[in-house]
C-alpha cells in the first residue's frame, strides 16, 4: 500500500481507499438498490430499474463512486 501511495503522489494523485465491506457488487450503479443476495454465479447484475450490466463493471463503477464521494467529503 506503501509503494502504491507513493507512485500515484509521484504523479500528483492520491489513493481514496474505501471500505473493504462496501457492497460494490449487491449496488445498482444505476438506482442504488441493493439486492440482499447475489450468488456468485450471477454474472449480469439484473435490477428492477432495468440496469442489466456485467456484474464486475457494476460493482467498478460503485467502486468509482464511493472513491469519489470519500474523495470530495475530506
Sequence with gaps: MEKLTYKLAEQGKELVKI???YP???LCSR???KKE???LSERIYHCKC???MNRD???AVNIREEARRIYLAS
Aim: charged share 20%; proline share 6%.
Design 57 to 59: 463493471h457494476n460493482a
Design 19 to 21: 471500505d473493504g465491506w
Design 50 to 52: 432495468g440496469n442489466e
Design 24 to 26: 460494490s457488487s449487491k
Design 31 to 33: 438506482c442504488g438498490r
Design 37 to 39: 443476495v447475489l450468488p
